[in-house]
């Protein structure tokens, strides 16, 4: 079965303390992986895709890399406004096109 | 703001009652997404449209109801709901389902928090 999961569950970091963000998948056969961010009472903002081991993508203070069975959102000197919860989520080739399977999410604190 | 949009952003009622969420995507996207969210719990699907026709029914209930009328518009009626119904019901849209990974992400509405009394 297709899972997703987060580590940890919730993070509380200084301003401008930087830290990584785990995500573990059991897929068969991914076609994808990716980060959103999520704001209380907001749906989740795009922020990444990633498609095959050793890629790389950065968007200000935040960049993400796979491998074949995780991924990591680095958060370089973080500040307030980058607290949020963070979902990872994947499409496996095997189960449907369709089906984007989201992890539990992190939830980030940075306190000023 | 987000491209997709969901109406009402807030929604009580009680378990006799029938309603509709609504969503509109005016970006061309031929894949829309109905999915529900509890609190500090991730996104679960609940149905997916591609090409205005169901593809994928997530074992929901039969209270839940979809409905594409176009390319741009997806609702969600409500009949006869529980307490537990409660949550945030998103909307999103995609290119298409062939090519989320490749040209088209998933893009979510803000939602609706639905209360059932």
């Known amino acids: 079965e297709d899972q997703v999961t987060q580590s940890p569950e919730a993070l509380r970091l200084q301003e401008g303390e930087s830290s990584s963000l785990n995500c573990s998948y059991t897929v068969s056969g991914l076609r994808g992986l990716f980060w959103y961010r999520q704001d209380p009472g907001k749906g989740p903002e795009f922020l990444f895709t990633?498609?095959?081991a050793g890629e790389e993508k950065e968007k200000e203070r935040l960049k993400a890399t796979l491998t074949k069975k995780e991924s990591f959102l680095h958060i370089t000197a973080p500040k307030p406004e980058d607290s949020a919860t963070y979902l990872c989520?994947?499409?496996?080739?095997?189960?449907?096109?369709?089906?984007?399977?989201f992890g539990p999410g992190t939830s980030l604190s940075v306190i000023p | 703001d987000t491209e997709v949009t969901q109406t009402p952003k807030h929604l009580v009622m009680g378990m006799t009652n029938k309603k509709s969420l609504k969503c509109e995507q005016h970006?061309?996207?031929?894949?829309m997404y109905w999915y529900k969210q509890k609190a500090k719990k991730p996104p679960e699907l609940m149905f997916v449209y591609s090409y205005e026709k169901l593809s994928i029914n997530e074992s929901v209930p039969s209270r839940f109801s979809p409905e594409c009328p176009n390319s741009s518009l997806l609702n969600l009626h409500l009949h006869a709901l529980q307490p537990e119904d409660s949550a945030l019901y998103l909307c999103?849209?995609?290119?298409?389902?062939?090519?989320?990974?490749?040209?088209?992400?998933?893009?979510f509405g803000n939602g609706t928090r639905l209360t059932v009394t």
């Open positions: 999103a849209s995609s290119l298409n389902t062939e090519q989320i990974s490749y040209n088209s992400p998933l893009h």
């Open positions: 970006m061309g996207h031929r894949a």
């Open positions: 989520a994947v499409q496996a080739s095997l189960t449907s096109y369709d089906k984007v399977i």
């Open positions: 990633l498609y095959s």
